[in-house]
């Protein structure tokens, strides 16, 4: 366990005024209950942060400058910030709108923006705003690239003062759910639902509640067999479902806070309901019904597919998998199930199609998955900056309804009126001092959290809020992180595989490139690729993946010429001769690309290094040393892969640039 | 450890007697001291033989029917064996003789042979035949296939009836040395040199000395520095010597039967005089200087070359580091130095041409390493009968001189008349029950050893005497388990990698296939295939590798047309349209003989399926249950390989067969 953390984002530095200081002389606290332990958060943040940033303390008062109040009027999450005549007011509509208004204050303080006269109206956008931990007990984290676990340790639950800022961090920016453990859930992980753990586990739940954050652990769903000592998990077995009301009861007596469940079944060698010829419904809708009393929640993962694909196998498709596994039980998951879909059908690429399952769903609570940790968007050594990313998730039209069709409106709940949605991430923190091993991918963590609160805030917004909060604002560091930030998921893109093929990545790590390196193997990602064109045809000739969206989007994705180009190769086979809409050719359009991406990375460190005087050294080199990693990894995929396509096609470069 | 392991091939099960059971009727020792404990040990295994074999109790007598005596005029591990008049009589010209002497009466029995008229003259070819174990002291064994080590267990050395037993296997093959841990001296390793182990270690020494067998240590490089405690492993520095002459005076006090030791430096991140700017005959020499009054010799591995290679780079060329390594500083080694080489220039390939190290040097002590273990060649879960491969080695003429210039001269001293030569073998052991994974790999241990002996012994000679002493004497058990091991090595070639080019295979784990696996990786290990050939330029357009032999072989190979087929793409980049001596291209080639490698497979199968009734369930079990994995394997070699040529190529195979 290492000792050490910075306080990111609330680092709370000296600011300048700008004329806010006389707001915090008094404050007053109207229709909450001031014991209130999310509310006392709150009064305690803002004295740290007005203290920090402004030296000042602020003090209650009757008659304040400074005003809290209560508005039932509010979404219970939700408050408005209004400032009339040197009175700022924030009311809200309960103990977390509260919370959350407070840290937009202290966000405008340090951004050096004047209150005087603002006029905020804010509620978040997803009902659900969820953190999903990968952590295992032993310490590690499965795709974790920032050191090991700090809610784990040797097979303990560790609480300490590093869950608290951890609880902070993610309330800053909206967080209201974090599960706690890997869903792939094992050993001692199966026994935090046992005596063993409660008593921890509790302490740690307490200190989210302090948050406003409701707690959740993913659940080994074979637990009646592996701590129960039964023979089977069948979700219609009369003993399995007393087993699990004996259970979850018992977790509610010793963990109050506790939300619900994150279940991952039947996938990647996980136990599941199959195995007893169930459905995945009959599975959630069992623990549903008997957590539904306590208001809790079963969070589904969708990530089911069959991972023994033989790559001889033209007609399976990984990619349908999640469609076709969970697309004929819609209607039948009961109302406090929410099924998680990762953002894409294959698995969190640099490039991929939105998933079909995302409004292919009708009549059923859906929760959008996506990756702040690097798994295969550079291991937070490479910078990636995800929001543009995210965006185009959110923003995505799937003509699952007349209006309020995007899948930010899906998982609002503004398509299908329901309020069990929202938004996850498995989230890229661990025990490093700077919580997410590079400094620059803190920016995810925080642009996560604020997307799932307003899902209209740009891309640009959210770094330039980051920067601001992290870095001062200097406004040359203001726009040389920017220019970093802003167009690295593009750099990214443009070194490693193109035009949404995906892998390409040394198999198991997952950084690195290996072009071959799954397209002989039982993963079920391949790129076909010959020596006269690459692409996996998924359209109605080929697996007819393409047909699984709502139209026009079907017919879009099936034809070659109206196909998206960024991802023509996941939809088709396509020759190297062919000519992109940019008049080149697809060959010269990888060359093309992968000799940009690495001048792009060339462009960056320079950036980062005109800011050598303006930057914490600590930081400086952290960020450094890990630049200098991502521009020989950059290298790396640009020969392989152009030295691979070149090899393959027999086709030179026009421009005559060193391939081998 | 596992507590249960066979006899091998010296199971001493019942035989016909053939007329060779009154020879054992009385037998007397003659002018050997009947307490030497090798003396001691040959009439043990006698006894133990015959009562097995031939249920009887050989008598000691003065006037006997089998008589043992000494030879003065004979090799010190040479023997003769003559029958006259109902008498036998083994004369052998020292201890060693005469235990190898008892073994080879017992293999003829075994074999149901009738010892009368027998006449044989027999004397080791080759002076040191080694084994090397490439052991961890926490169990594990570095390219082990067979369980885990049974010298070591937890840090600890283990000496029990099963060194026993190893020690009796070896030497009845007619071992005479073993070095009993890793190359890669590591961890607790280090620490076997020193009083924490140095009583067992002397256990253990004792009990191959009760065998005729050395004993030896791998030697940590750095030993000064890791546990003398000192800043420097400077061969030349004074105090570095003053304490490798008390650490060698307090080995030999404590392990009288020690050999010497073998030692692997300036390799794959290992230590070694190159870092202190010194030659590697200025760290072998120092070691030898010190341990010569004791009788010991250094073995020195010449297994250098850069590991961190660009696969940019065509101009480094790893098969030529070996030779560029060590050929100028030859005559430079002291008497009691060997230089242990490699039987290919790259590593253990299932085809490489022999090292140009082997009579390239002309005034060194030279040592022949084969691999037992099959790393490359199956993991002893696929049937791979290596003779042959290592009789194309020690048959080789590298024209080093006049006469006597094949390197089983060269190990066997021949050449250049020196004594301290031979063959080591990377051993293929564990701790299964049946020593080597495959019951069928256990043909491979008892080879190496016959082969050791007596270089002139064929593939099929030695083939056949290992299933008479393994599964006794049934013609049709013979000719079939014959028909498995003898092709087995050319089909495993046909369906791996073809022509000589070795690798394509999964990178660190070196079973299944990975055709572009090591294509861009540091280990300077590529096939360079395009879409219009494959192979590396070695000739002297090229790297010049090819040069580094004695005429004619280094025209031989330079020139595509001489070069021997199945080294083409080791030495030349062939197109694929090239035309091969059979009439068939190269692309067709590649198609036909992986296609026919899992053809044999199959008949192999069918083979060893045909012998159910005749071989022990446990062993028929073993080996089937491997040959299902073998026939898996080399499916996926075929359709892997295939297809990557085909996709690369485009070239159809003539005879239609499906590619993916």
Redesign the interface.
């Known amino acids: 366990m290492k000792n050490e953390w910075t306080q990111a984002w609330l680092a709370y530095e000296k600011r300048e005024e700008k004329g806010n200081g006389a707001y915090f002389a008094s404050v007053a606290v109207n229709g909450f209950d001031t014991e209130n332990v999310v509310v006392q958060s709150a009064l305690k943040e803002l004295k740290k942060g007005i203290k920090g940033m402004l030296d000042a303390e602020p003090m209650m008062a009757d008659k304040a400058t400074f005003v809290m109040k209560k508005d039932f009027a509010l979404n219970a999450e939700g408050y408005t910030l209004t400032e009339t005549d040197g009175v700022l007011t924030l009311a809200a509509g309960g103990e977390n709108g509260l919370l959350y208004g407070v840290f937009e204050v202290l966000r405008r303080i340090a951004m050096e923006k004047s209150l005087q006269g603002v006029s905020v109206n804010a509620a978040p956008d997803c009902p659900l705003r969820m953190l999903n931990h990968w952590d295992n007990m032993d310490n590690s984290i499965e795709r974790g690239y920032s050191g090991e676990s700090f809610f784990f340790e040797d097979n303990e639950v560790v609480v300490n003062d590093r869950t608290v800022d951890y609880a902070r961090l993610a309330a800053s920016v909206g967080i209201n759910g974090v599960v706690i453990n890997n869903v792939n859930v094992k050993q001692a992980a199966s026994y935090l639902i046992t005596d063993r753990y409660y008593a921890k586990v509790a302490e740690m739940a307490k200190v989210f509640a302090d948050y406003g954050i409701k707690f959740f652990m993913s659940l080994n769903y074979a637990s009646t067999i592996e701590i129960g000592g039964m023979n089977s998990a069948d979700p219609l077995d009369p003993e399995v479902i007393s087993w699990w009301e004996k259970k979850i009861a018992e977790c509610y007596a010793n963990i109050p806070n506790l939300g619900g469940f994150l279940v991952k079944a039947d996938s990647e060698g996980r136990p599941g309901p199959f195995t007893y010829g169930r459905t995945q419904a009959d599975g959630a809708n069992m623990l549903a019904d008997i957590i539904k009393p306590y208001g809790g929640i079963i969070i589904w993962r969708c990530f089911v597919y069959n991972c023994q694909q033989d ?2 196998d ?1 007609k399976t498709d990984r990619a349908r998998a999640g469609y076709d596994n969970f697309i004929e039980m819609d209607g039948d998951y009961h109302e406090n199930v929410i099924l998680q879909i990762k953002n894409g059908p294959m698995d969190f690429q640099i490039r991929e199609p939105i998933s079909p399952l995302l409004g292919g769903l009708k009549k059923t609570n859906q929760m959008l998955e996506v990756q702040v940790a690097q798994e295969y968007t550079g291991h937070q050594i490479d910078v990636c900056y995800l929001m543009p990313m995210f965006k185009e998730v959110l923003d995505f039209k799937t003509y699952c309804s007349e209006k309020n069709d995007c899948v930010k409106d899906i998982i609002s709940g503004k398509t299908l009126g329901n309020t069990n949605t929202g938004i996850a991430a498995v989230i890229n923190t661990g025990n490093d001092k700077n919580w997410t091993g590079n400094d620059l991918a803190a920016a995810n963590f925080y642009g996560f959290g604020r997307l799932g609160f307003d899902t209209e805030l740009s891309s640009e917004e959210i770094a330039e809020e980051w920067i601001r909060l992290t870095f001062g604002n200097d406004p040359q560091v203001i726009e040389k992180v920017m220019g970093i930030l802003l167009p690295s998921r593009a750099t990214y893109e443009k070194y490693t595989s193109p035009l949404g093929i995906g892998w390409m990545v040394t198999p198991h790590v997952h950084y690195g ?4 390196g799954y397209e ?1 193997s039982r993963w079920g990602t391949y790129h076909r ?4 064109g690459i692409g996996v045809d998924r359209s109605h000739n080929g697996t007819g993946y393409a047909l699984q969206y709502h139209e026009p989007n079907a017919s879009m994705y099936d034809s070659m010429e109206t196909c998206p180009e960024e991802l023509l190769l996941f939809f088709h086979h396509v020759p190297y001769t062919y000519v992109l809409k940019s008049g080149k050719t697809l060959i010269q359009h990888i060359y093309d690309t992968h000799f940009e991406g690495v001048e792009e990375v060339e462009k960056m460190i320079a950036a980062w290094e005109s800011l050598k005087e303006k930057i914490a050294p600590e930081v400086y080199d952290n960020v450094s040393e890990r630049f200098g990693r991502q521009l020989t990894n950059a290298r ?1 995929w640009r ?2 892969v152009n ?2 396509f ?5 086709i030179p470069d026009e421009k005559g640039r060193q391939i ?1």
Do not use: I, M
Not at 513 to 516: H, K, P, W
Not at 529 to 532: E, G, K, R, V
């Open positions: 790559w001889r033209y490139c290996s072009v071959d002989y690729a010959d020596h006269l790396e020969d392989q030295s691979y070149y090899r393959k096609s027999g081998w």
